[in-house]
């Protein structure tokens, strides 16, 4: 797993090639350097930078778990998802977590923006952090697939 600090992935190596955007507890849009917000910005905090969508036809809809961990709700989109959410609300080792906190955008090869708003986000009590996506069957998304170039080696922020 990529560690803060490390420079394993590009993204530490070179932060202000990325950037992430968030809300702030008033609800008001943010943007900074993913370097420096993964450092100064309590993702945990921070409300869901956008929406699930319904989809008609599917046979499970989105929800929220009561989280014992956090006091609060936490949104989930999928049943693959809800069960995350329920394992790590019974980690001893999680003190808060969240769902899509962050979006975080960066210039694809083409130059084209390409931006991805991880599923959840969980911090740990050693100040530690993880951004995941929840994908079913065992497989991510043929678009997470493409994604993954950038992210899919960043676990801990």
């Known amino acids: 797993m990529w560690q803060q600090g490390s420079s394993a992935h590009p993204a530490v190596a070179y932060p202000c090639r990325y950037s992430a955007r968030f809300l702030d507890p008033y609800g008001g849009e943010q ?7 993964a450092g100064v910005v309590r993702l945990e905090d921070c409300g869901p930078v956008r929406p699930f969508p319904l ?11 009561w989280s014992a961990t956090t006091g609060r709700l936490v949104h989930y989109r999928s ?4 069960t995350q959410v329920m394992l790590l609300d019974r980690d001893p080792s999680v003190m808060a977590m969240a ?12 130059g084209t923006v390409v931006s991805h708003a991880p599923h959840l986000m969980a ?7 993880l951004l995941l996506d929840c994908a079913g ?14 992210w899919c080696r960043m676990r801990r922020i």
């Open 31 to 37: 943007r900074m350097p993913w370097g420096e917000a």
């Open 55 to 65: 989809r008609s036809g599917r046979r499970f809809a989105p929800g929220w778990w």
């Open 79 to 82: 049943g693959v998802m809800r």
């Open 99 to 110: 769902c899509r906190p962050v979006d975080l955008s960066w210039r694809g090869s083409e």
């Open 123 to 129: 911090r740990f009590s050693d100040g530690g952090g």
């Open 137 to 150: 069957r065992g497989e991510i998304s043929p678009r997470l697939r493409d994604l993954r170039g950038p």
